[in-house]
């Protein structure tokens, strides 16, 4: 069986303002969402993913290219007539009605049967959670429990895709990690595809079946948490997600010489002026008098509880950052100053692209 | 507590009532003041050259409804009165109704301008006010006279072959009236659309709802107490009003506030108009209540 993409955006253009001060919000960008996937789009601010985002639930028309709904153009389709609904960033709650009817009105818009109406409000008030919450006014809950409101009420029309345009970023850290796993648990069980914009690159990681990473109205990459944290494409992919330590180098088949003069092994065969990345996790501390360690001094700690990073200069003062376990109490570890040999794990040095 | 910081207390209770004598007294005067004037006079005889006789007389509060017949000395009813009351109230409904219509949208444009031209077009709002009333209501004549702009344009564009006779009609007055009390609508409507998040027309387009539901459903719901405050504003104002009708219905269509003022005036029959005026005062009180009440069942179960 063939499974349907769920939504696809095929050469999107979508340009604010005319002529030469028009901006280009995205810059032909073409993406596949899987069936009952949870995806989302990461990128700084600006960069373009809630534009994406606001195209495919039909606030925005784009300026070129098209968007399909398991296979069918909804390019030009208004949001009303879309079976996609958006968990908006500032959660948009009707203040006039009660917990139960913004949870009911989509189904009321769409001209459901009573019966139904109300059963389905139930399930979805049982679904986040709220059901003691039911008849009272959207002000008097906290923010967590606006939100659910909000992921209750545009999944009470059963959309085909949910939208959700940082709807986390309201909440403080303790909320938003409960909600994070919450999230993912609705996704599971209602089986909706979730389409999810964020900044944060955590809840992006920890959330996500696949990534699409965005920047200055392009997609840069797309895969799943590991392939984007362990492969990025470009150095910005590289940089965005998690710490990194970019080494500038000269490659030559599976050899690579440092401008420190030191060489390392790659993993894929280059040629000619690279850019490395490799991660701190995947530098080790090792004996100076080591001999295929490189040589280098440590020039600054800074402790973080569970790790500490240690800066380290090479022979020619490239800054490389190392990331460890703290040391237990009474270790003393490495201190300031102090010559250290570095060893790279297995293909931990990375090509990659600008 | 301990006796003298009772005494303390008792005496910052009469300082505050000293502090808020001025206004007190000033809340007497002006308010409660005539209002007790207009109550006694209207249970009173009327004197022959105007004023009133210190005599007990419910002839006052009688006519308001009904007149003696002059050759069979029976009591009928008053049906001049019935009409002015009816027109009074009438008229002064369908001015809040197409102050309505008219100051929504254009409460809700001013609302969605930037925040620069906002302020220059409630301005525009406010120039009304700098003018004198009775000016303004003269140039309304003007415009809907036989000859004037109303009736000139229309027949330009074909749309009339002869003029509308406009002026002493209780449409005249109606014109009048909206014209006038139009601000009253748009400013109270302006500031409730202003509050009005417009994030929540998009959270609604996405949830099916149709422009003409995300109106109904969601707009003016939530907007509802500027209506009600704007509807007050122009319903009240309308239904005392005194100079529209008496230019623009030219004497023969007369409204409550004329008919008082005929009372004090050529009628000489105070009692009569001060009957009147609090009638008047009643059907306004009235229209508030309803209005209040209306407000506040939609608040406990809306």
Same mark, same amino acid.
């Given at each position: 069986m063939t499974t349907q993409n769920a939504i696809e955006a095929r050469n999107v253009v979508k340009a604010f303002g005319q002529g030469d001060t028009?901006?280009?919000?995205?810059?032909?960008?073409?993406?596949?969402?899987?069936?009952?996937?949870?995806?989302? !789009?990461?990128g700084p601010s600006g960069c373009g993913k809630t534009t994406l985002l606001r195209l495919i639930a039909g606030f925005e028309m784009p300026t070129d290219g098209v968007i399909l709904l398991e296979g069918q153009d909804i390019t030009y389709l208004p949001p009303n007539k879309r079976p996609v609904n958006t968990v908006f960033q500032s959660y948009a709650l009707f203040p006039h009605l009660t917990v139960a009817q913004n949870i009911s009105f989509g189904l009321e818009m769409l001209g459901k049967p009573r019966g139904e109406i109300k059963q389905t409000t139930e399930r979805m008030l049982a679904l986040v959670k709220l059901e003691e919450m039911a008849s009272r006014k959207t002000s008097q809950l906290s923010g967590g429990q606006q939100q659910r409101v909000a992921l209750a009420r545009a999944l009470a029309p059963q959309p085909k895709v949910l939208l959700l345009d940082e709807p986390l970023s309201a909440l403080d850290l303790k909320l938003r990690q409960a909600m994070q796993i919450e999230l993912k648990r609705l996704q599971t069980e209602t089986g909706i595809t979730f389409v999810f914009v964020t900044h944060d690159q955590e809840e992006a990681l920890t959330m996500s079946d696949r990534i699409g990473v965005m920047s200055a109205g392009k997609l840069q990459q797309v895969g799943s948490a590991k392939d984007i944290y362990t492969r990025p494409v470009n150095r910005f992919?590289?940089?965005?997600?998690?710490?990194?330590?970019?080494?500038?180098?000269?490659?030559?088949?599976?050899?690579?010489?440092?401008?420190?003069g030191d060489v390392v092994d790659?993993?894929?065969?280059?040629?000619?002026?690279?850019? !490395?990345?490799?991660?701190?996790?995947?530098?080790?501390?090792?004996?100076?008098?080591d001999a295929d360690a490189l040589p280098a001094t440590v020039t600054n700690l800074v402790y973080f509880?569970?790790?500490?990073?240690?800066?380290?200069? !090479?022979?020619?003062?490239?800054?490389?950052?190392?990331?460890?376990?703290s040391p237990s109490t009474g270790d003393s570890g490495v201190v300031m100053g102090q010559k250290v040999g570095l060893r790279f794990a297995p293909g931990a040095a990375q090509v990659v692209g600008d | 507590m301990s006796p003298a910081e009772e005494d303390q207390i008792k005496q910052s209770a009469r300082n505050g009532w000293l502090l808020s004598?001025?206004?007190?007294?000033?809340?007497?005067?002006?308010?409660?003041? +005539?209002?007790?004037?207009?109550?006694?006079?209207?249970?009173?005889?009327?004197?022959?050259?105007?004023?009133v006789v210190w005599n007990f007389s419910l002839e006052g509060w009688q006519s308001i409804l009904w007149t003696k017949d002059i050759f069979t000395d029976s009591y009928v009813w008053a049906d001049?009165?019935?009409?002015?009351?009816?027109?009074?109230?009438?008229?002064?409904?369908?001015?809040?109704?197409?102050?309505?219509?008219?100051?929504?949208?254009?409460?809700?444009?001013?609302?969605?301008? +930037? +925040?620069?031209?906002?302020?220059?077009?409630?301005?525009?709002?406010? #120039? +009304?006010?700098?003018?004198?009333?009775?000016?303004?209501?003269?140039? #309304?004549?003007?415009?809907?006279?036989a000859q004037g702009l109303l009736n000139t344009i229309l027949m330009k564009i074909g749309a009339i072959s002869k003029p509308l006779e406009l002026v002493y009609t209780?449409?005249?007055?109606? #014109?009048?009236?909206?014209?006038?009390?139009?601000?009253?609508?748009?400013?109270?409507?302006?500031?409730? #659309?202003?509050?009005?998040?417009?994030?929540?027309?998009?959270?609604?387009y996405d949830l099916y709802a149709s422009r003409w539901d995300i109106l109904r459903r969601i707009i003016l719901p939530i907007v509802k107490p500027g209506i009600i405050a704007g509807s007050i504003l122009v319903f009240v104002p309308s239904l005392g009003a005194y100079v529209t009708p008496r230019v623009l219905g030219g004497g023969k269509q007369m409204m409550i506030g004329n008919l008082i003022e005929l009372q004090f005036g050529q009628g000489k029959n105070w009692p009569l108009g001060a009957a009147l005026s609090l009638t008047l005062l009643l059907i306004v009180t009235a229209a508030l209540l309803y209005y209040v009440k209306v407000a506040n069942g939609e608040k406990s179960h809306g």
């Open positions: 028009a901006v280009r919000a995205l810059d032909d960008v073409s993406v596949e969402i899987r069936q009952g996937e949870f995806f989302t !789009l990461l992919v590289a940089s965005f997600i998690g710490e990194t330590n970019f080494l500038q180098a000269q490659a030559q088949g599976n050899k690579a010489r440092l401008s420190s790659l993993d894929a065969a280059a040629t000619g002026a690279v850019t !490395l990345t490799i991660r701190p996790e995947q530098i080790r501390l090792a004996d100076p008098a509880g569970t790790d500490t990073h240690v800066h380290l200069a !090479l022979a020619d003062s490239t800054e490389v950052v190392v990331r460890q376990q | 004598a001025p206004a007190l007294f000033v809340l007497t005067v002006a308010a409660v003041g +005539p209002l007790v004037i207009i109550l006694l006079y209207s249970f009173l005889e009327a004197g022959k050259h105007g004023n001049a009165h019935l009409t002015i009351f009816w027109r009074s109230v009438k008229l002064s409904f369908m001015t809040t109704i197409f102050a309505f219509l008219v100051g929504f949208p254009t409460a809700w444009f001013i609302a969605t301008r +930037p +925040p620069k031209a906002r302020a220059f077009w409630l301005f525009l709002i406010t #120039i +009304p006010f700098w003018t004198n009333l009775l000016i303004r209501t003269y140039a #309304i004549n003007e415009v809907i006279r209780d449409t005249a007055i109606f #014109i009048g009236m909206t014209y006038v009390y139009l601000p009253l609508m748009v400013l109270p409507l302006f500031a409730a #659309i202003d509050r009005f998040d417009m994030r929540l027309l998009e959270a609604g």
